[in-house]
């Protein structure tokens, strides 16, 4: 049992058949001229380990295989990749939460057997988000709504490993003033945010929009659905504007590592939370396994 991070490679063989076997994690496996490296061309899942646990990993796997078909990688070995992230994640020291990566790239230049490993390792600690709530700037992604079948191209929907744009959304949030953010498209439909699912409380609803905008299907919009449901409330995929947002009852970003946190102002005007709901939504997402 390792209380570092812990590494398990793939090889992909032609059939696409996988084996994975563990290697040392602090050193260097991964090819300058991979490019995954060079271009940000592959793929990418974080999966939350809660008490074990590789959390809606079947939802990961799903979401994985279509980011490859999307990209026009070969299929991912759906049932490798779960026995790994069962190895990594059991092969590391025990802790509340951890985080599975799993990485898929086009592999060496010229070559064309593709790149990829698990890695588990602590996970950051969203404590505060989770708490104290979360100031969010609503930022134009300045793709239309129907970019998916306007431009396949651009991979929205794909969970690609080039991610420098979202990346950059949070730093001008974060020299804005704010923690995060919530992308819109340029006719105006709330999308998710850089690397979370905008979730809403609408009087009895709980929306959450539809991935055809060109978005992830966010596994953790999943479970907190799955616990809406449980409670006899109604649970809607539907198209948000941002008036929605800001006159819900309370908006939440929702992701594997944070889980739930509460927005507790949008565009700087400050909105309600609601503690008792984000008590109970959180406390789900940690204690129940799926
Ligand atoms: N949308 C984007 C762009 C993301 O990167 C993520 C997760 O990182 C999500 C949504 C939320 O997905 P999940 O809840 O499956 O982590």
């Known amino acids: 049992m390792s209380s570092s991070p812990v590494l398990f490679l793939a090889e992909i063989h032609p059939d696409g058949a996988t084996t994975f076997s563990p290697a040392d994690a602090s050193a260097p496996h991964v090819r300058v001229d991979d490019l995954g490296v060079t271009r940000g061309d592959g793929i990418f899942e974080s999966v939350a380990v809660v008490d074990g646990h590789p959390q809606s990993l079947r939802h990961h796997l799903e979401r994985f295989a279509r980011s490859a078909a999307l990209l026009e990688l ?31 790239t086009r592999g060496v230049e010229g070559g064309d057997v593709p790149t990829g490993w698990v890695h588990v390792f602590p996970a950051h600690d969203y404590g505060s988000q989770r708490t104290a709530g979360i100031d969010v700037l609503v930022l134009e992604r300045a793709y239309p ?8 191209w651009l991979l929205q929907g794909a969970k690609t490993l080039s991610y420098a744009l979202n990346t950059a959304a949070q730093r001008y949030a974060r020299a804005h003033g704010a923690d995060d953010v919530v992308f819109v498209s340029s006719d105006g439909d709330v ?27 966010g596994t953790t919009a999943g479970r907190a659905f799955a616990w809406a449901a449980g409670r006899g409330d109604r649970t809607e995929v539907a198209r948000l504007r941002v008036d ?3 006159v ?6 929702l992701s594997s590592g944070r889980l739930s946190a509460p927005v507790r102002s949008l565009d700087g005007v400050p909105r309600p939370t609601d503690a008792a709901l984000q008590a109970e939504l959180l406390h789900h997402l940690l204690t129940v396994h799926d």
């Open 191 to 217: 999308l998710e945010g850089p690397n979370s699912t905008v979730l809403a409380r609408l009087a009895d609803r709980w929306v959450t929009p539809p991935p055809d905008l060109g978005i992830l299907d």
């Open 248 to 253: 819900a009852d309370a908006v939440w970003l």
């Open 74 to 104: 070969p299929a991912p070995d759906t049932a490798a990749w779960a026995q790994a992230v069962a190895d990594a994640a059991a092969a590391h020291a025990s802790a509340p939460e951890l985080l599975a990566k799993l990485v898929l």
């Open 145 to 152: 709504s129907d970019v998916v079948t306007r431009a396949p």
């Open 244 to 246: 929605d947002l800001r």
